[in-house]
Nanobody, 121 residues
Framework: QLQLVESGGGLVQPGGSLRLSCAAS?????IGWFRQAPGKEREGVSC????????NYADSVKGRFTISRDNAKNTVYLQMNSLKPEDTAVYYC?????????????????WGQGTQVTVSS
C-alpha cells in the first residue's frame, strides 16, 4: 500500500516561510496538497501532475505558494512564503489515481497523516 509522509510543518510568524515535503515512495501520479483549519472543511491548496508541468493553486495562495516535485526522490514540495494567520491548518498530501491533478478530493486514494502549520506572532 502506498504510504505518504508529510514533514516540514511548524510555528512561524506572519510573513515567514515554510517548506512542506511529501514523501511518496514509488508513486508517480498526481499529488495534491490539502488543508483543514479548525472548524472548517478540508480544502484544496495546490496540486501537481505526474510530469510536474501542470500546477494548480487555490486563489488564496496564488503568488505565495509554489508546488514542485522531484520524481527521482519520490518527493513533492510545497514552498509557502508570506504566510498569513489564515494559513494556519493541518496540511495533508494525497496521491491521485491519475496523472492529471485536481483541486477537489475526487480520486485521491491515499493520504498522509498531516502536518500542522501555525502562523502566529
Amino acid at each position: 500500500q502506498l504510504q505518504l509522509v508529510e514533514s516540514g510543518g511548524g510555528l512561524v510568524q506572519p510573513g515567514g516561510s515554510l517548506r512542506l515535503s511529501c514523501a511518496a515512495s514509488g508513486f508517480k501520479n498526481a499529488i495534491g496538497w490539502f488543508r483543514q483549519a479548525p472548524g472548517k472543511e478540508r480544502e484544496g491548496v495546490s496540486c501537481i501532475s505526474s510530469s510536474g508541468i501542470i500546477k494548480n493553486y487555490a486563489d488564496s495562495v496564488k503568488g505565495r505558494f509554489t508546488i514542485s516535485r522531484d520524481n527521482a526522490k519520490n518527493t513533492v514540495y510545497l514552498q509557502m512564503n508570506s504566510l498569513k494567520p489564515e494559513d494556519t491548518a493541518v496540511y495533508y498530501c494525497a496521491a491521485r489515481l491519475w496523472a492529471s491533478c485536481a483541486m477537489t478530493e475526487d480520486d485521491y486514494v491515499s493520504w498522509g497523516q498531516g502536518t500542522q502549520v501555525t502562523v502566529s506572532s
